[in-house]
T-cell receptor, first 112, second 117 residues
Framework: GDSVTQMEGPVTLSEEAFLTINCTYT??????LFWYVQYPGEGLQLLLK?????DKGSNKGFEATYRKETTSFHLEKGSVQVSDSAVYFC???????????FGKGTRLSVIA | ETGVTQTPRHLVMGMTNKKSLKCEQH?????MYWYKQSAKKPLELMFV???????ENNSVPSRFSPECPNSSHLFLHLHTLQPEDSALYLC????????????????FGPGTRLTVL
């Protein structure tokens, strides 16, 4: 079945550091890929998405490129802020009406 | 109200109580979901409703009973829960992928933090 694997956390970075959170996937079809973010005490919010190979999703300085050849969708940000501290979830949606498949989440802590 | 709302935001209940969680979406979506998020565990899909019909039940114990009276409202009825059921319960909604171009983008509510004593 479909699955998503993302790097184990927690990840601790200093403010203005470069961020990479790795995500790889296994899917039978041609999935859409998502990154969701969960700030403390809140639900999940869609951060960015990509629906086909080589698409780049971007939002709030975060970027991720859909790489079909490596089945990856790594999340990057050039300069993190304390306010980026949250849990980040990679997810995929295969064709049709199947529910999202989520990774286990990666907790990011950014310190000043 | 916009987006997906959930009430209550916090709930403490005893093992013999009966309570209900409510979710409402104001996005015109056709599908609604219940997830359970426990500490140090992956997000668990519990139930899926499409056009008010339950299409998925991920082996959830019968002490959790969902109800979807219409496409905008989703309830989770709780009865004789166990302490290990304490978790954050998240509701989400999405448009039918056949309408949204095949993309199942889900929108989440803020969750209900449930504590079972």
């Amino acid at each position: 079945g479909d699955s998503v694997t993302q790097m184990e956390g927690p990840v601790t970075l200093s403010e203005e550091a470069f961020l990479t959170i790795n995500c790889t996937y296994t899917a039978t079809g041609y999935p859409s890929l998502f990154w969701y973010v969960q700030y403390p005490g809140e639900g999940l919010q869609l951060l960015l998405k990509a629906t086909k190979a080589d698409d780049k999703g971007s939002n709030k300085g975060f970027e991720a490129t859909y790489r079909k050849e490596t089945t990856s969708f790594h999340l990057e940000k050039g300069s993190v802020q304390v306010s980026d501290s949250a849990v980040y979830f990679c997810a995929l949606s295969d064709s049709g009406n199947t529910p999202l498949v989520f990774g286990k989440g990666t907790r990011l802590s950014v310190i000043a | 109200e916009t987006g997906v709302t959930q009430t209550p935001r916090h709930l403490v209940m005893g093992m013999t109580n009966k309570k209900s969680l409510k979710c409402e979406q104001h996005l015109g979506h056709n599908a609604m979901y219940w997830y359970k998020q426990s500490a140090k565990k992956p997000l668990e899909l519990m139930f899926v409703y499409n056009f008010k019909e339950q299409t998925e039940n991920n082996s959830v114990p019968s002490r959790f009973s969902p109800e979807c009276p219409n496409s905008s409202h989703l309830f989770l009825h709780l009865h004789t829960l166990q302490p290990e059921d304490s978790a954050l319960y998240l509701c989400a909604s999405s448009q039918d992928p056949a309408i949204s171009g095949g993309v199942n983008e889900q929108f989440f509510g803020p969750g209900t933090r449930l504590t079972v004593l």
